[in-house]
């Protein structure tokens, strides 16, 4: 996926918020920001533990659809202060 063709993803994914309660999305939007940042952390010990067992991929998995959704959501925190 080209740079243009994220930024394109994600300016239709603005347009999709609701406008008429900025508050709310603000703070989802912040708190999606911070998830972003913090679930890589959890990364490590599944990754030092390895991957070895079905549950701990899938657990692994997870945790990157879940950074890649916040990261979605929470990419325009600080324009939108």
């Given at each position: 996926?080209?740079?243009?063709?994220?930024?394109?993803?994600?300016?239709?994914?603005d347009e999709f918020l609701p406008e008429?309660?900025?508050?709310?999305?603000?703070?989802?939007?912040?708190?999606?920001?911070?998830?972003?940042?913090?679930?890589?952390?959890?990364?490590?010990?599944?990754?030092?533990?390895?991957?070895?067992?079905?549950?701990?991929?899938?657990?692994?998995?997870?945790?990157?659809?879940?950074?890649?959704?916040?990261?979605?959501?929470g990419h325009s925190h600080r324009?939108?202060?």
């Amino acid at each position: 996926m080209s740079s243009s063709s994220a930024y394109e993803l994600l300016a239709q994914f603005d347009e999709f918020l609701p406008e008429f309660d900025e508050p709310l999305v603000s703070a989802v939007r912040g708190i999606a920001f911070w998830t972003a940042i913090a679930l890589p952390f959890l990364y490590l010990p599944l990754l030092i533990t390895g991957l070895n067992s079905g549950a701990t991929r899938i657990a692994f998995v997870a945790l990157v659809v879940c950074n890649a959704v916040a990261l979605l959501v929470g990419h325009s925190h600080r324009e939108s202060d």
